[in-house]
């Protein structure tokens, strides 16, 4: 439970430090009207309107952005909050399961493969399932289920629906 906490909590604080850095890059680029007005007015020029609504343009769509890449980061960090939910009581109710067995049962629309097998997806390095599936085997002392990655080639053989 604490490590699944843990990693949750991970992912909020990673998510909320991300935010932060581009939008202090987004309140530095609003600032450049402002100084550019400065500018010019020391050397007594007028400040060239197309130039500033431009950058005024740009620092919009940049602040736009960034509330959508901060969306996207709340709804990755529920998302894997769902996940760690879901492994904790998945292991509860079947505490000898295996890691294809999680997935099939998590996502049973990536299990539905006529050979029993999961996507291939679920075997790269970078699977938050399978890297979460491992800090909690290791947490469990149950490393002989730790999955390691495969080059798995895409099955395109499913089940016929019933």
Known sequence: ?????????SAKTTAITVA???QSIGRTILAVPKTISKLSKKGKEEPKPKFADHIAFISKEILEDQGRRRIVRESQSDCMREICTHLESFLAEKPESQYEQWIAELHPDNAEYADGSIDH??????SDHRILWNEVMIEIDAKERVVDTKTVGPNYNRTEPN
């Open 121 to 126: 997806r679920f075997y790269v390095e970078d």
């Open 1 to 9: 439970k604490n490590k699944m906490k843990k990693v949750a909590s």
């Open 20 to 22: 932060k850095v581009p």
